[in-house]
């Protein structure tokens, strides 16, 4: 799977800093509220299992985006191609000897 740069950003913002963040503020605001440790824990691991969900397809892109880089470059090392032994590379006092 491939991520445009602009779903990579907002991906990587919402599983590296949005959904941790948020899990630490329900679990430290919510129970002074009163509210039932249960609902707590449950949103606290629902946002940090968000955040890692997020991190995984992060992941998958980018690991995705290496190997097309590698065979990109792969492709090209192989169409370059090297002068043989055979042929004889031209010198710098060969191309000043040669009139424009």
């Excluded at 605001?29 to 824990?41: S, T």
């Excluded at 090209?76 to 090297?82: I, N, R, T």
């Amino acid at each position: 799977m491939k991520l445009n740069d602009k779903v990579y950003d907002v991906l990587k913002w919402l599983g590296l800093l949005f959904f941790p963040a948020l899990a630490l503020f329900l679990q430290t605001v919510l129970p002074v509220w009163g509210v039932d440790d249960g609902l707590v824990k449950a949103l606290t691991v629902t946002c940090n299992a968000l955040g890692v969900f997020i991190a995984a397809i992060i992941g998958v892109s980018q690991v995705t985006i290496a190997k097309e880089k590698a065979q990109m470059l792969e492709e090209m090392s192989e169409a370059y191609e090297e002068p043989s032994e055979d042929e004889d590379p031209v010198t710098d006092d060969e191309l000043e000897d040669e009139e424009i």
